[in-house]
Structures are given as C-alpha cells and as structure tokens.
C-alpha cells in the first residue's frame, strides 16, 4: 500500500514537470501588418506625408527668408541640414579669428530664443549644452559650428530641423521656427 502511493505521487509529479515545461509560442506583433517595411503601405503613406510637409516647410522658410532679406538687407545662407543662417557681417567674421568656438564635446553656455515664423516667442532658455550631444535641435547645433563665444545669430529652421513631428514644449509639433542663438561662454 505504501508502496502503491508512494509509485502514484511520483507518477503525479512526473506528470506535472512534463505537462510544465513546454514553451509558449511567441505572440505576432500588434502593431505591424505582417508585411515587410519595403511593402508595409501604412509606413510607405506615412512617409510619403512626412516628405510632402517636408516639403511645404522649406517653402514656407524660403520664402520668409526672401521676405526678411528685401526689408533688412540681411542675407541668409542655406545650412547642409536645411535651416538658414544669417550670414555675418566683415567686423563680427574678423572678430570670430580671435574668439573661442565651440569643439566636440565641449560644455558651453547657451541662450536660445525660439519664435514662430510670426514673430511669437515661444521659448526662452538659457542652459549648458554638450557640443555635437544633440540637446538642442540640429539647426542650432549646425549654427553653432561657426560661431564664436559672445556672439549672436539667427536660424530660420523648418520643423524637420527644428523640434520635429513631436515638438517639445511649449513648441507645438511640425513648427517652423527662427532661433536666435547666443553662444555665451564655454563652460569647464
């Protein structure tokens, strides 16, 4: 008798580790339509509208920038990243020989004033930023390069260089924006 219950335990418990161990089968993801990227049509559409408003920002940039340069008789250049920087006059281009700039890597202290394409503040920082870290968006980043510590210059950014398809308060998402942008100091 003993020996009978002690042969059904065991046969018990052998059965619970072998009914145990089998492994679940993966789920499918939930967000994905099954299809490979190349032929996924949702992501297909998706940048297809990312690149049309990509679109509709660089004109709506230029053309500010025309507007700006016909009343101030400033003149902008276009930045590999697709913002437009004011270009500097001969005095702040012989000043900036002598001056510090920004290095890879370095800390430097930053002033940024950001506006719509209108003319409305919407942000006023002042922050220690890491040079090339990406803090900042990549237009200040790009205008950074060639400034020098002290100086000033102004960015008109489309939104794709700007704060992008997300934003970040308090600028609203898909915003074209002017930085104006004052290198301060580098920081140890």
């Known amino acids: 008798m003993v020996r009978s219950t002690k042969l059904h335990i065991l046969f018990f418990a052998a059965l619970l580790l072998l009914s145990g ?9 939930s967000q994905r339509s ?27 940039v230029a053309a500010y920038v025309d507007s700006v340069q016909r009343v101030t008789k400033d003149t902008f250049a276009l930045m590999s990243c697709g913002g437009w920087k004011r270009r500097r006059h001969i005095e702040e281009r012989r000043a900036a020989l002598f001056a510090d700039s920004p290095q890879y890597r370095e800390r430097w202290e930053v002033k940024l004033k950001t506006y719509r394409l209108d003319g409305r503040l919407l942000s006023d920082t002042k922050g220690t930023y890491i040079v090339k870290h990406y803090d900042l968006p990549i237009a200040v980043e790009e205008a950074m390069e060639d400034m020098c510590a002290g100086e000033t210059s102004d960015v008109v950014a ?31």
């Not at 161990?21 to 993801?29: D, I, L, M, R, Y």
């Not at 939104?159 to 924006?177: H, I, L, M």
Request: proline share 10%.
């Open 21 to 29: 161990c089998h492994k679940t089968p993966p789920q499918k993801p």
């Open 158 to 188: 489309p939104w794709y260089t700007a704060y992008g398809f997300r934003g970040k308060k308090p600028v609203p998402p898909y915003e074209n924006v002017v930085f104006k942008i004052t290198l301060i100091e580098k920081v140890n």
């Open 34 to 60: 099954g299809q490979e990227l190349a032929t996924d049509t949702t992501i297909i559409s998706l940048m297809d509208i990312n690149r049309h408003l990509a679109e509709l920002a660089d004109a709506k």
